[in-house]
């Protein structure tokens, strides 16, 4: 027989609606939503969780996140493994992390190499965008078998020239391919072509510090490179979405883009909403812990992410989860800024900041919250209806979460295989007291109760948003 979960007297919040509920749950999914009083007629349940006085939310999805992957001459510190365990933790249910392609080798070399990657180490449900390095006749055909397993997005990056970077004419037909498909082109949108030259510069007249990482990679190269994706993509009649967005010139092209009519989305990262240059520009080579790329820009930009997000000029916060250890890692750049491995850790962290920073300062509403989080990814990256709300049917990857527990986001108190923590020290309030994943409770109260290697692939529908 099947195992039945009641979660009771919950306040159940979805990205529209908000309201007392029970949550009934057999075989992985929501069979029902009801009234606490209609709790007698509805018989008995294997386990409640009682979540009176907090909220029922939809897990976490996070469709931006970097594990297990060879980067700047090392490689991210979190695999499958410890990274979806640290994602639990911080509430996330569902990620969508890069599988990568070498340049001349095949999409599907690369999407092999990550399904074995994420097999049997995931602790919750995953699926894969694929970082597409090399457009060309033989991967503009490979697409379409990608899309047909689930694999319906594809990165492509304006930055990193010699290593991912493809011109805008690889751009431009991948995007008439991925309109074809109904795939969605995902764009790293930095014109590293002049940044590169404004980085040779800077190395020659000796600026090798970690703060010349945000200086010699000015907002108006963000604001040309999302230009140009968006021109692109209209001129392709393809929808776009810009990832890991930190300038506010680069979201004023994207409101334009989007009050034109164009199915155009971008999304930021904690790391653009909470940090700062002043980060980035700490002694003691401290400043390499925030090297990221696009990097922290000054703090009196957040303002204009704040309200992008707001507004839903900017739709969904990712975590661009990119974890290199201080030591051994970050390290490779004492002498030279440039080769600083680029990456953050946040795959934990998201949900927290997020609910302490935005609800509760009033930046977001609650509803907001789950959309952004959670309901705007899940619809997006073709993870919808069964992730990303709440509703019968839905795949049960939920959250009890307590508005007001106090949590510490020092490093040691965290999950992520990394040694320092961007937020040592802060303190914040909203935390996850059960985290379920498909109906099986994987945290609770801190403890992880989960199995490496329960997680599923996940695939994704075709795009279907206007
Ligand atoms: O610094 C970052 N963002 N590292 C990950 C690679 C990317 O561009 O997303
Ligand atoms: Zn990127
Ligand atoms: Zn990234």
Request: glycine share 8%; proline share 4%.
């Given at each position: 027989m099947a195992m039945r979960t009641l979660i009771k007297d919950g306040t159940v919040v979805t990205a529209v609606d908000t309201y007392l509920a029970d949550v009934w749950i057999e075989n992985g999914v929501i069979t029902a939503l009801t009234h606490p009083s209609q709790r007698p007629l509805l018989g008995n349940a294997d386990r409640t969780i009682d979540a009176a006085g907090k909220y029922v939310l939809p897990g976490g999805i996070d469709g931006h996140t970097h594990l297990d992957m060879p980067f700047g001459g090392t490689t991210s510190s979190d695999d499958f493994e410890t990274g979806t365990i640290a994602a639990a933790h911080g509430g996330t249910t569902t990620i969508v992390d890069f599988a990568i392609q070498t340049k001349g080798h095949a999409l599907r070399e690369g999407l092999d190499t990550w399904h074995k990657k994420a097999e049997g180490k995931a602790a919750i449900d995953y699926g894969f965008h694929m970082i597409t390095t090399d457009v060309n006749d033989s991967t503009l055909v490979e697409m379409g078998q990608l899309v047909s397993e689930g694999v319906t997005s594809f990165k492509l990056f304006m930055a990193y020239p010699g290593v991912l970077y493809v011109d805008d004419g690889q751009i431009f037909r991948a995007m008439q391919r991925a309109r074809d498909l109904g795939g969605l082109i995902c764009m790293h949108a930095e014109n590293g072509i002049a940044l590169d030259v404004l980085i040779a510069q800077a190395l020659e007249r000796g600026e090798t510090a970690p703060k010349f990482h945000s200086l010699t990679r000015p907002q108006i190269a963000e604001a040309e490179g999302t230009h140009r994706a968006l021109c692109l993509a209209e001129m392709a009649g393809a929808p776009v979405y810009i990832v890991h967005l930190s300038a506010p010139r680069a979201l004023d092209k994207v409101l334009e883009a989007r009050d034109r009519g164009m199915p155009a989305f971008a999304e930021t990262c904690p790391q653009y909403l909470f940090c700062s240059f002043d980060d980035l520009a700490r002694d003691d080579f401290e400043g390499a812990k925030y090297v990221c790329t696009p990097p922290?820009?000054?703090?009196?930009?957040?303002?204009?992410?704040?309200?992008?997000?707001?507004?839903?000029?900017?739709?969904?916060?990712?975590?661009?989860?990119?974890?290199?250890?201080?030591?051994?890692?970050?390290?490779?750049?004492?002498?030279?800024?440039?080769?600083i491995p680029n990456g953050m850790p946040g795959i934990e962290t998201r949900l927290y900041l997020l609910w302490d920073g935005g609800v509760r300062?009033?930046?977001?509403?609650?509803?907001?919250?789950?959309?952004?989080?959670?309901?705007?990814?899940?619809?997006?990256?073709?993870?919808?209806?069964?992730?990303?709300?709440?509703?019968?049917?839905?795949?049960?990857?939920?959250?009890?979460?307590?508005?007001?527990?106090?949590?510490?986001?020092?490093?040691?108190?965290?999950?992520?295989?990394?040694?320092?923590s961007p937020y040592e020290g802060k303190t914040v309030r909203g935390a996850p007291t059960h985290v379920l994943s498909r109906g099986r409770v994987v945290v609770e109260d801190g403890k992880f109760l989960g199995k490496a290697g329960d997680g599923r692939f996940v695939k994704r529908s075709t795009f279907a948003l206007k």
């Open positions: 922290l820009r000054p703090k009196e930009m957040q303002a204009d992410l704040w309200r992008g997000l707001k507004t839903n000029d900017l739709q969904v916060v990712s975590t661009d989860h990119c974890p290199f250890c201080f030591k051994g890692q970050k390290d490779l750049g004492r002498e030279s800024f440039a080769k300062t009033g930046r977001i509403s609650l509803n907001r919250f789950v959309e952004i989080t959670s309901t705007a990814p899940a619809k997006i990256f073709g993870l919808y209806p069964h992730k990303g709300t709440i509703a019968v049917g839905a795949d049960a990857d939920l959250l009890v979460w307590d508005g007001d527990k106090e949590h510490t986001l020092d490093h040691a108190n965290m999950h992520m295989r990394v040694d320092y």
